[in-house]
């Protein structure tokens, strides 16, 4: 039997999961019927709030926080595939920002740290950090999107927002020990996938997005 945080969580990813703005995230992308033949490429891992409820109910997460990594996922994946503005964007936007709000009292009702990771994952060395700059420059653009979109939520004390010329700075030595894991894996990931192959190009409608690594 679960036990009750497991119960409040799953209540939590339900009352998310039933909201109606939530019908685009509630089952995978049919990317093949809708046409959308370049999202393997651009979304990796993908995710949905009913394989999240499955886990839950089958006991298959570690931690309240791996559950929450998973739905922040939808919400990343939506943003990092729809331009930036666009209604799928801001509906992802708006769902998280609801979410956030729900886990976050959650965890006080539970009195579950916020964010034990960073207890868990050292500090990068000064060499992961150039190691990872030096990966920012292999992978796609689209890529590099995603990147910015999971350290905005996860750390925005990372990102530096330049809109006089619309550019986007990552500064390495402000990612906490969990987001600069997460990240690091994913463009590890990302660099060898797209090893010889060509970039692809952002569509002419995409937002420019720059980043810089200090």
Not at 5 to 29: C, H, S
Not at 75 to 101: P, Q, V
Not at 109 to 120: K, R, S
């Amino acid at each position: 039997m679960p036990s009750q945080e497991w119960i409040l969580m799953g209540k939590l990813v339900n009352q998310i999961y039933t909201k109606p703005d939530a019908e685009p995230f509630r089952e995978p992308v049919d990317w093949k019927g809708l046409g959308l033949y370049d999202y393997p490429q651009i979304v990796k891992t993908p995710m949905d709030l009913g394989h999240v409820k499955r886990k839950i109910e089958k006991e298959q997460y570690s931690s309240l926080h791996e559950a929450a990594e998973d739905v922040r996922l939808v919400w990343s994946n939506c943003k990092t595939y729809n331009a930036d503005g666009s209604d799928f964007f801001l509906l992802a936007e708006s769902m998280s920002k609801k979410f956030e709000e729900k886990f976050s009292k959650l965890l006080k009702e539970l009195n579950i740290p916020e964010n034990p990771d960073d207890i868990t994952f050292p500090e990068p060395t000064l060499d992961e950090k150039k190691l990872f700059a030096k990966r920012l420059y292999k992978i796609t653009k689209e890529e590099l999107g995603k990147v910015i979109i999971d350290l905005d939520e996860m750390c925005p004390a990372a990102i530096t927002k330049n809109s006089a010329e619309d550019q986007l700075e990552i500064n390495v030595d402000n990612i906490s020990p969990a987001a600069f894991k997460k990240v690091m894996e994913f463009v590890t990931n990302c660099a060898a996938d797209t090893s010889g192959k060509k970039k692809k190009s952002v569509p002419p409608n995409s937002k420019n997005k720059k980043a810089k690594a200090s």
